[in-house]
């Protein structure tokens, strides 16, 4: 039943009020038969972002899922089934960071599982030690676990309080045995159809976490650093070079020195070689077109590994490799064997066992003993790889590690992936170019192994061989009805947990999957691939993925690539794509630079419909600015929501039950409105909601400022002229419902909360579920006096104007009025008299409206 209008309507309330309502009466749950029933054109699926589920949700989650939504909502009330799932991404560094700083442990694979482990602050003994406690993995694990689902009922708590429309009963965990079950199976059919492999290969690796990082994990970060002009001995006595280099300590791991090939300075050297400073290795001088001959000498040192331009060059001009830092950063024992002298020998050992800082010092002080620094070290800073969540300088180290292709080494692939690129309609367009560079700058396959703990284990073993080495060829794979498996945990498919470890028997891959190998898998996760064939079927390929322009390059990258391999298909057909939140100074809002604001604290002060507002103000790919200290268009959505809720209730409080439109005022109005009708509906269709709003937000302004108030003392009758009945009345009356009915749909994607409250005054059902206005509901027939409205409201403003030109209320009466007006307005004079408490209004004919005369009522 509809519900009573208040006396008093406010926000405050709503978001509880409406989110309990909508929960217990399904409103937003997803109709499969329904959905069948319409078949995959009546069906909207959204491949929802699942946020990383450690820490804190912030503003930009806000913006980019607000967005999201409201395409969403706007989807089901033009009839669609509307398949809106949400996942949360359990697994990865993140959360490993986040339990080990909570629960103060540290993860230690060789201890036993203690089934009655208790953290030590639950123990009472927080803060009486500041090392981390070590614990097994699977100690771990569950401490993982815990506190991720902490963390997500918290961050559904906020999700729900800003409204989404989200169908709760389709949420998924990317850790859950569904998901890791999806995940396994789509490596093992990578594994399958070659397209996943393993191999020794340098690999960027985060010294702090201990783990590979992936190419699309990086950023590059502006670090202190200098240039030491080092000298290498000549191929002729007494000859030397000079080589420029910020990495004086890899010295002892340089295989090359490479220069420009038209460099005339070494055309000699090419083909010979030199030796290094303090370990005499002979090492050759090669050409190559990545030099740069105006950079430094013009002569750069190639060592295994510096950078990534190392890699390039040892990869492209067959060179040795000479490694000398573990996986902990600190140099090696075992030094290379091309080091024979025992002063070289001598040198390197000063060398073990310390940081990479640590060497560099030890390093320029042996060349400047030697001779070999030929100046003082020259500060400068310049950008290093790090590992989007790391702390330290990426190194590159030489590991054993799971590969999936991506077109880096295939053309015929990359061709396939530029190609998928086109398929998908990004919004806005532009947005594409960042996925067409990111495809065309790859310049290696998917790195998806992790040294980690918390994750979708890698579901394979290898077989050990009767000498007792294990056979990392040899890979053993379990059947996929047995999935999900933990090779850690279990043993290998024909063999007893006996024979881990042991020759003759087999050991588990004790890695895990990089955290995108699961998300970029969101849309067979969620929509129960072979699984549940036939909802795939009907969601497949969804309709829209909405995400931040920030991981292009990874979550959507990775999903077309997933879909292209397994499916040979586009994974959706829209990528909406939300620009950054920056803060008054321009500047990017990150936890790393530590200005996020947090989104809890705006929905609390200033309601859920007022923060949804500020995002649908922001167009998609473009930047918004938000100074938590002055949030004027939060303000401003507030006051639109409280505004829709007074005007709601001012318009229906009118008597009677209205009649026909007849009144040209009254017609013109509606016949605007469906303008904003036609101009809304295209701009959604578009994916451009910021539009749709300020249409509809202009149109709303005027019909509350103008409109309401020309026609209201029509509206209102005594009782014996509603008993009579009265046309004009009447017309007014139908006209302010249809119009505010039109509206609330038009506002209702974007404050829900306040429509939903307002609609509940007057219609059963929720609006959510209300069909999108249409043109042709507003009962419009020709439009005889079109403009009337227009011309009314710019009167209006004149006579207001001349009651403030003569310091008069806006409630007192004027005597009378003289305007020039084209002779349209003479269909609203009535309105305009009784508005302005008119006695006389006269009218004469003019193409431009103007006031000529206004006589003040005696006191």
């Known amino acids: 039943m509809a519900r009573p209008i208040p006396e008093k309507p406010q926000l405050e309330g709503l978001e509880a009020t409406w989110s309990s309502h909508w929960d217990s009466e399904g409103t937003y749950r997803f109709d499969r038969e329904q959905g069948l029933a319409k078949g995959s054109d009546g069906v909207f699926s959204v491949d929802t972002p699942p946020p990383t589920a450690s820490g804190s949700l912030h503003i930009g989650h806000v913006f980019s899922y607000t967005h999201m939504d409201l395409q969403a909502r706007y989807q089901r009330m033009r009839g669609k089934e509307i398949f809106y799932p949400m996942g949360w991404d359990d697994n990865g560094l993140p959360t490993e960071r986040r339990v080990q700083n909570y629960y103060g442990v540290r993860c230690d694979p060789a201890l036993p599982y203690d089934p009655d482990f208790t953290p030590p602050y639950e123990r009472g003994e927080a803060g009486k030690n500041t090392q981390q406690l070590p614990i097994s993995r699977r100690n771990f694990v569950e401490l993982c676990e815990t506190l991720t689902v902490e963390d997500e009922q918290q961050f559904e708590d906020l999700w729900r309080a800003l409204g989404l429309s989200v169908d709760w009963s389709l949420s998924y965990r990317t850790i859950d045995d569904h998901s890791q079950r999806t995940a396994q199976r789509a490596f093992l059919r990578n594994l399958e159809r070659g397209e996943a492999y393993q191999s020794d290969a340098p690999t960027l690796w985060d010294i702090t976490f201990r783990t590979a990082v992936a190419q699309a994990e990086l950023e590059d970060r502006e670090q202190p650093a200098a240039y030491h002009r080092v000298r290498f001995h000549g191929p002729e006595a007494g000859d030397s070079v000079t080589i420029v280099t910020t990495r004086p300590e890899l010295i002892p791991a340089c295989v090359a020195l490479v220069a420009h090939p038209d460099d005339e300075r070494y055309q000699h050297l090419f083909g010979h070689s030199v030796t290094s400073p303090l370990f005499g290795v002979s090492v050759p001088v090669k050409a190559h077109h990545l030099a740069q001959q105006d950079k430094g000498t013009g002569l750069a040192m190639v060592c295994t590994f510096g950078d990534v331009t190392d890699v390039v060059w040892w990869r492209e001009l067959d060179l040795e490799t000479r490694p000398i830092l573990g996986?902990?950063?600190?140099?090696?024992?075992?030094?290379?064997?091309?080091?024979?002298?025992?002063?070289?020998?001598?040198?390197?050992?000063?060398?073990?066992?310390?940081?990479?800082?640590?060497?560099?010092?030890?390093?320029?002080?042996?060349?400047?003993?030697?001779?070999?620094?030929?100046?003082?070290?020259?500060?400068?800073?310049?950008?290093?790889?790090?590992?989007?969540?790391?702390?330290?300088?990426?190194?590159?180290?030489t590991t054993r590690q799971w590969y999936i292709?991506?077109?880096?080494?295939?053309?015929?692939?990359?061709?396939?992936?530029?190609?998928?690129?086109?398929?998908?309609?990004?919004?806005?367009?532009?947005?594409?170019?960042?996925?067409?560079?990111?495809?065309?700058g790859l310049s290696g396959d998917w790195l998806i192994s992790r040294q980690r703990f918390f994750g979708v284990p890698i579901p394979v073993w290898y077989r050990i061989d009767t000498d007792g080495e294990v056979q990392r060829e040899e890979v053993i794979t379990p059947d996929e009805s047995s999935l999900p498996v933990d090779p850690a945990s279990m043993p290998a498919p024909g063999y007893t947990e006996d024979q881990r470890g042991k020759p003759g028997g087999f050991v588990g891959e004790a890695d895990i999957m990089d955290t995108w190998a699961t998300s970029c898998l969101t849309p067979q996760i969620a929509g129960g691939w072979e699984e549940d064939p036939e909802l795939f079927d009907l969601v497949f390929p969804y309709d829209l993925r909405s995400q931040g322009q920030d991981i292009i390059r990874t979550w959507l990258f990775s999903t077309v690539l997933r879909a292209e391999l397994e499916h040979g298909s586009i994974p959706w057909k829209h990528a909406g794509i939300s620009g950054f939140i920056v803060d008054p100074d321009r500047k990017k809002m990150s936890k790393s630079k530590g200005n996020v604001v947090t989104p809890q604290a705006m929905l609390d002060d200033h309601g859920s419909d007022a923060v949804r507002y500020w995002a649908a103000s922001s167009r998609l790919g473009t930047d918004a600015a938000f100074d938590p200290t002055n949030p004027k268009v939060i303000k401003i959505g507030r006051r639109l929501a409280i505004k829709v809720l007074n005007a709601s209730k001012f318009a229906y409080s009118f008597p009677g039950e209205g009649g026909a439109v007849t009144e040209a005022l009254d017609l013109d109005m509606l016949h605007q409105l469906g303008a904003v009708i036609e101009e809304a509906t295209t701009a959604y269709e578009q994916f451009d909601h910021a539009r749709a709003l300020e249409v509809t937000e202009t149109f709303f302004w005027s019909f509350c400022d103008d409109y309401l108030e020309l026609v209201k003392n029509r509206a209102y009758a005594d009782e014996a002229e509603a008993e009579q009945g009265n046309p004009a009345q009447q017309s007014a009356i139908s006209a302010l419902r249809i119009a505010l009915d039109a509206m609330l749909r038009l506002f209702a994607p974007v404050i829900p909360f306040a429509t939903e409250e307002v609609w509940s005054w007057q219609h059963e059902g929720s609006i959510h579920q209300a069909p999108w206005p249409s043109v042709g509901e507003l009962g419009l027939g020709d439009n005889t006096h079109p403009g009337v409205y227009s011309l009314a409201s710019e009167a209006l403003i004149v006579i207001r104007r001349a009651k403030t030109d003569r310091q008069l209320s806006q409630r007192a009466p004027l005597k009378r009025v003289a305007l020039a007006a084209p002779e349209l307005l003479s269909h609203a004079a009535s309105d305009l008299q009784a508005l302005g408490h008119i006695e006389a209004l006269e009218l004469s004919v003019a193409e431009t409206l103007a006031l000529l005369e206004c006589e003040v009522a005696e006191a």
């Open 327 to 397: 996986p902990d950063g600190r140099v090696l024992a075992d030094m290379p064997p091309v080091i024979t002298a025992e002063e070289a020998k001598a040198h390197y050992e000063q060398l073990v066992g310390k940081t990479v800082f640590s060497a560099k010092a030890q390093m320029v002080e042996m060349l400047r003993e030697s001779g070999d620094l030929l100046a003082e070290p020259e500060a400068i800073t310049h950008p290093v790889k790090f590992f989007e969540k790391g702390d330290k300088p990426l190194e590159i180290v």
């Open 405 to 440: 292709a991506n077109g880096s080494r295939d053309e015929q692939l990359k061709a396939r992936l530029i190609q998928r690129g086109k398929d998908v309609e990004f919004h806005p367009d532009f947005m594409r170019v960042r996925y067409d560079n990111w495809v065309g």
